[in-house]
């Protein structure tokens, strides 16, 4: 009886194996070389890279000893953990090397050859990433709190349209005022929505942070096939998301994994969904104060909604239009200097890199946000997170208020009702 | 095979011993618990101390990662409010693990984890708490992460 028990066993983790290694092909190509051999040393991905701005890193040679076979040698040296991964260099090479891409593969090479545990040197003593892991363990059963949702807002458990709020309540431990995020957004999808929008009590992390930062890839994939069943469970067509990091990981990453993953569900960020509900005349700006001050603002593009992005995405120039529009009820939107795909990284991805020479990046970011307004627009909850932080460090950046982009709009949004446009025509 | 069913009896007949971890401050913890050894109080075999300097020397992280690696629950011991060698440490692992309780509910894990204040000359309190935590983790039965 134990015999064939054991054998049983055997024969499903075999299974296991062979399954997750399907899944591992997909995201992980060991081959480097043939990823690069295209690069033909123009040197431009180290011109433009942000982390070499403030430290020595040269991407053009590091590609270059890769392709002289010291493969070996630039793995064992863990330099690869120093990148940023902000794809400035993919924007500007002519021959579309990914080259963050390349140094998330090498991270799973250097996890997989265990030279030094990590763990211990991420932002938070690794905290957020732990805390991923965990999440796809059988027996944590995850209970999110719902005293954040606004009293006049429906939500469901079942339904089409889901607000997929991200890890903020876990940030919350130490970032009080993550919820603020999650609020505003809600209210915002509420008061569009006619149906209850779905909040799920058990949702779990989207996976980006251990996809790109740490290169676990078995926990990745494991949440990503966990959080599809979660969602075809509560029979979720369209996802909304507030978070720049979910939005390239629902969009692009699960899309690698589940060819199916688009047809089956329609995801959007919160400023597409606006902009849409805008073109289609639902909603209006208003501004609630009535004084005739023009307040200066500007927008911080996050990497993973500027850079991280097919081509034919418009998110970028969608909330310019908005912000552009925002003139006429008091809001002037100014460009900083680097803006767009040159924008400049917030320093710190995925809990990663977060030190003194990444601190001289966040600190530049906000001499340029000084220098044109008082108001600092981002769409990704971290950028906020890791600009306020270093905000907090010196007291000139105190004029400056640094709101997600839900944040900012809850207030000026004007919903019309439905058969008011109706009237109206 | 009867051997083999006799021994499948003593599985499932085998009482469930929580591995428990205890992080206990250099100065204050670590010295009770030296003491409840000297003296001889009886206390559950099932915790493994691991000294730190102080309490506040202990991150959440540590927490988070004893579970994932199959600890069924942790107990974090310091001097009492005010008698921390270094002053404040153990004022600030108060605030930080009050914080964190939050997050761990989040997890239903919030009825594993403790934090407690333990002087040097209370050994028989040190042991009091374990045999109470190592009960309480009993009931809850074991989480099994590993
Ligand atoms: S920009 Fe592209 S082609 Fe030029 S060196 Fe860098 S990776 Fe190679
Ligand atoms: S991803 Fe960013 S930090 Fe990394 S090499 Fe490219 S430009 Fe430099
Ligand atoms: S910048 Fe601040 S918030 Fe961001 S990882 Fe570093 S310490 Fe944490
Ligand atoms: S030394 Fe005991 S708690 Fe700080």
Redesign the pocket.
């Known amino acids: 009886m134990n015999f064939i028990v054991e054998i049983e066993r055997s024969k499903k983790a075999k299974l296991e194996a062979d399954e997750f290694n399907s899944y591992l092909r997909k995201i992980y190509e060991p081959d480097l070389t043939s990823l690069l051999k295209k690069c033909y040393q123009c040197a431009r991905?180290?011109g433009?890279?942000?982390?070499?701005k403030v430290q020595k890193?040269t991407?053009s040679r590091?590609i270059q000893m890769i392709l002289e076979g010291f493969e070996d040698e630039i793995i064992d040296s863990q330099v690869l953990w120093?990148?940023?991964?902000?794809?400035?260099?993919?924007?500007h090479c002519p021959k579309d090397i990914n080259?963050?891409d390349i140094?998330r593969i090498a991270r799973y090479k250097m996890r997989l050859k265990d030279i030094q545990n990590l763990d211990r040197s991420i932002a938070h003593k690794g905290i957020y990433p732990l805390m991923s892991e965990l999440m796809i363990q059988k027996n944590i059963k995850i209970e999110r709190p719902l005293d954040w949702i606004p009293k006049d807002c429906k939500i469901s458990e079942q339904g089409n349209i889901l607000y997929y709020v991200g890890c903020l309540p876990f940030f919350n431990y130490e970032f009080q005022d993550s919820n603020s995020i999650a609020e505003s957004t809600l209210k915002i999808i509420c008061q569009l929505e006619k149906d209850p929008v779905v909040i799920l009590k058990d949702e779990i992390c989207c996976g980006h942070d251990l996809y790109w930062g740490q290169a676990k890839f078995e926990v990745f994939i494991e949440l990503a096939k966990k959080n599809i069943s979660i969602f075809e469970k509560a029979g979720i067509t369209s996802i909304i998301t507030a978070c720049a990091e979910c939005y390239r990981t629902f969009k692009i990453d699960y899309l690698n994994l589940f060819e199916d993953f688009n047809k089956k569900f329609e995801v959007k960020h919160i400023i597409e969904y606006i902009f849409d509900k805008w073109k289609q005349g639902k909603v209006q700006f208003k501004n609630p104060n009535e004084s005739n001050d023009v307040i200066p603002f500007t927008y911080h593009d996050p990497?993973r909604l500027s850079r991280f992005l097919p081509k034919d995405n418009k998110i970028i120039e969608e909330v310019r239009e908005i912000f552009k529009h925002l003139k006429t009820i008091g809001y002037d939107f100014k460009e900083m200097e680097h803006n767009k795909e040159n924008s400049y990284?917030c320093g710190v991805n995925s809990w990663m890199n977060c030190n003194e020479k990444s601190k001289a990046l966040r600190y530049k970011r906000l001499l340029e946000a000084k220098a044109v307004g008082t108001k600092m627009i981002t769409s990704c909850p971290k950028c906020r997170m890791h600009l306020k932080c270093l905000k907090k460090d010196y007291e000139d950046f105190s004029s400056i208020e640094i709101l997600d982009f839900s944040e900012f709009l809850v207030d000026l949004i004007k919903i019309i009702e439905p058969n008011q446009t109706v009237e109206e025509k | 095979m009867s051997v083999l069913i006799s021994k499948e009896k003593k599985v499932k007949n085998k009482e469930f011993h929580p591995n428990i971890l205890c992080f206990c401050c250099n100065w204050c913890s670590y010295a009770g618990a030296d003491l409840a050894g000297v003296s001889r109080f009886q206390y559950p075999s099932t915790i493994r101390i691991v000294r730190v300097m102080c309490s506040g020397r202990v991150d959440p992280s540590f927490i988070l990662e004893a579970f994932k690696d199959g600890i069924d629950g942790v107990i974090v011991t310091g001097c009492h409010i005010g008698d921390c060698h270094y002053l404040k440490g153990n004022e600030f692992a108060r605030d930080r693990f009050e914080r964190f309780q939050k997050t761990l509910k989040l997890f239903n894990l919030d009825k594993r984890f403790r934090l407690e204040w333990v002087s040097a000359s209370e050994g028989k309190r040190f042991a009091e708490i374990i045999t109470e935590f190592t009960n309480q983790i009993k009931e809850l039965g074991p989480l099994r992460l590993i």
């Not at chain 1, 433009?48 to 070499?52: E, R, Y």
């Not at chain 1, 120093?82 to 924007?91: H, T, W």
């Open positions: 991905c180290s433009v890279c942000q982390i070499s890193f991407p590091i120093d990148c940023l991964m902000c794809n400035s260099c993919l924007q080259f963050a140094v990497c990284c």
